[in-house]
């Protein structure tokens, strides 16, 4: 008896080192909105999941490997809550990637966000989601950048980013290359991108260059760039960003800006609002369109909240900014209210 209980102490001791030393989380994210849309050729109303942020389920975890060192990594599937199918038809479509960690920096490598992912996530007051959507695509809404940069990816695949370390006085930045792995062309389909940010107190500052080759078509690349900052003046946090994408044969060429608001009336309520503009110089006249939005949440608890946005694009004769009117020269009208969960 005495043998039997030393050894599960033993066992019980080793598991707890184990347990100290790795560690996997479970989590996720539940999203359903109501949906109101007129796009200039007609209305839609639906039921659609991740209009506020994706919905998803993900399991990451860190491994200490001792010296400060870690191997990290993380699966995340999109899901459409509203009919249970895989978000975009991957099984790790938002990301699935592993990694290094320490005083070093972060390198990861796989399916993984780009670096202007980051920049729009500190800069768009609706973190990337809420408007610029369709209802009834599940997972449609983008917030302002979406409108603003339509053409620019957001996650890539087979890619390695290096993230500098912590601790730089307020400096990050991020590096990312991803091979097109297309046989005898090197450069054929690869991306690369850098971010370089600033965050002192109230105060955030950011830049990005990307460039992926052939994204519009075979020899056809696309560039984009991006600066913005925000300040928090307690009563308010003021955001702007710049926004501008231009295709090697020059048939995609657009300018834009926001300015945008996050007011927190109260602990659990915050208003928040975007306007943006978008200049098409790719075509001669009547090239612009531009976007309103305004929108609301509601905290129920820390994980669970109430949210809601209504947004107008309006567009000149010979554009659609972002393609979400019916086409050129239309209106599109979108409302959202619904509820998100984290988990």
């Given amino acids: 008896m005495k043998k039997t209980l030393i050894a599960l102490s033993v066992l019980a001791a080793m598991s707890g080192a184990a347990q100290a030393q790795s560690n996997v989380t479970i989590y996720g994210v539940v999203d359903m909105a109501f949906q109101a849309e007129s796009n200039g050729a007609g209305k839609k109303y639906a039921i659609d999941s991740g209009e506020q942020n994706g919905s998803r389920l993900g399991f990451k975890g860190s491994e200490d490997l001792g010296g400060g060192l870690k191997a990290i990594f993380d699966l995340e599937m999109g899901i459409l809550v509203d009919n249970g199918a895989s978000q975009s038809g991957l099984a790790f479509g938002r990301q699935s990637w592993v990694g290094l960690t320490g005083d070093f920096g972060t390198v990861k490598a796989g399916r993984q966000y780009t670096p202007q992912f980051y920049f729009f996530d500190a800069v768009d007051p609706f973190d990337l989601?809420?408007?610029?959507?369709?209802?009834?695509?599940?997972?449609?809404?983008?917030?302002?950048?979406?409108?603003?940069?339509?053409?620019?990816?957001?996650?890539?695949?087979?890619?390695?980013?290096?993230?500098?370390?912590?601790g730089l006085n307020g400096f990050?930045?991020?590096?990312?290359?991803?091979?097109?792995?297309?046989?005898?062309?090197?450069?054929?389909?690869?991306?690369?991108?850098?971010?370089?940010?600033?965050?002192?107190?109230?105060?955030?500052?950011?830049?990005?260059?990307?460039?992926?080759n052939d994204a519009v078509a075979a020899g056809n690349g696309l560039k984009s760039a991006f600066v913005g900052a925000?300040?928090?003046?307690?009563?308010?946090?003021?955001?702007?960003?710049y926004a501008k994408e231009t295709s090697d044969d020059s048939k995609i060429d657009t300018k834009g800006f926001t300015f945008g608001v996050t007011v927190p009336v109260t602990p659990a309520d915050s208003i928040l609002a975007t306007v943006a503009r978008v200049n098409n110089n790719a075509v001669a006249t009547a090239n612009t369109s531009t976007q309103l939005a305004v929108g609301f949440t509601h905290s129920l608890s820390k994980r669970t909240n109430l949210y809601g946005s209504l947004s107008r694009t309006s567009n000149d004769a010979n554009v659609n900014g972002g393609g979400l009117a019916a086409g050129n020269g239309l209106k599109d009208y979108l409302a959202n209210f619904g509820i998100c969960h984290t988990f």
Avoid at 129 to 137: D, E, H, I, N, R
Avoid at 186 to 197: F, T
Avoid at 233 to 241: E, L, Q, S, T, Y
């Fill in 129 to 166: 989601g809420f408007t610029s959507g369709q209802a009834g695509v599940s997972t449609s809404t983008g917030g302002v950048f979406a409108f603003l940069a339509p053409n620019t990816a957001w996650r890539v695949n087979n890619s390695v980013s290096y993230q500098t370390p912590g």
């Fill in 172 to 212: 990050s930045a991020m590096g990312l290359y991803a091979a097109g792995e297309q046989a005898g062309d090197n450069s054929a389909k690869r991306s690369v991108g850098l971010n370089a940010q600033y965050a002192a107190g109230p105060f955030y500052v950011g830049a990005v260059y990307y460039k992926q």
């Fill in 230 to 241: 925000t300040y928090d003046f307690g009563v308010a946090k003021g955001a702007f960003g």
